[in-house]
C-alpha cells in the first residue's frame, strides 16, 4: 500500500493561508458585513479571508498531489532587512516627510540581497522614490508632507 506523502513547503503555506484566513474572517464579524449590494465595513475583509481560505486549500491538495523538495534553509538576511522595513518608514515618515523616508526605507530593504552593490541600491532607492512622488504626491494628489520637520524645511 501506499503511503501518502506531503510536499511540506506546500502544506506549510497551505495551512498558514487558511488560518490567517480563519483569523481575519473571525476579525470581519466584529464590523458590519452588510450585503453584496450594500456592504457594510466588514465585507470586504471578510471576501479577502474567504479567497485566503480558499487558495489554503488549494495549495493544501495541492500539497498532497505533488512531492516537493525539502525546506531549504531560512532567508535570515532578507528577514532582517525586509522586515522592519515598514516600521522604519512609519517611524521616520512624519519627521523626515515622505521623500527622505521612502528613500531610507528603500535603501535599507535593497540589502536584504547580498548581492546588492551600494550605488546600485542608491539608484534604485532613488528611483524608487521619484516614481513614487509622483505617483502619490502628483498623479494621486495625496497630502503629503515631502518633507518633514526634522529637517527644518
Known amino acids: 500500500m ?64 505533488v512531492q516537493g523538495e525539502p525546506i531549504g534553509h531560512i532567508a535570515w538576511r532578507g528577514m532582517l532587512f525586509i522586515l522592519p522595513a515598514p516600521i522604519l518608514f512609519g ?25 546588492m552593490k551600494p550605488l546600485t541600491a542608491i539608484v534604485l532607492s532613488v528611483a524608487l522614490t521619484i516614481f513614487c512622488v509622483l505617483v502619490f504626491s502628483y498623479g494621486l494628489g495625496l497630502p503629503f508632507r515631502r518633507f518633514g520637520p526634522w529637517l527644518g524645511l
Not at 458590519?32 to 474567504?50: E, V
Request: proline share 3%; with cysteine; charged share 10%.
Open 91 to 115: 517611524l521616520t515618515v512624519r519627521g523626515l516627510g515622505f521623500v527622505p523616508a521612502l528613500f531610507i526605507t528603500a535603501l535599507f530593504a535593497c540589502f536584504a540581497s547580498g548581492r
Open 2 to 65: 501506499n503511503s501518502l506523502k506531503f510536499d511540506t513547503t506546500n502544506l506549510i503555506c497551505g495551512l498558514l493561508f487558511i488560518a490567517i484566513g480563519i483569523f481575519f474572517a473571525y476579525q470581519s464579524f466584529e464590523l458590519d458585513l452588510g450585503t453584496a449590494l450594500r456592504m457594510g465595513p466588514g465585507y470586504f475583509p471578510f471576501i479577502l479571508a474567504c479567497a485566503l481560505m480558499l487558495f489554503g486549500l488549494v495549495i493544501l491538495v495541492q500539497s498532497a498531489r
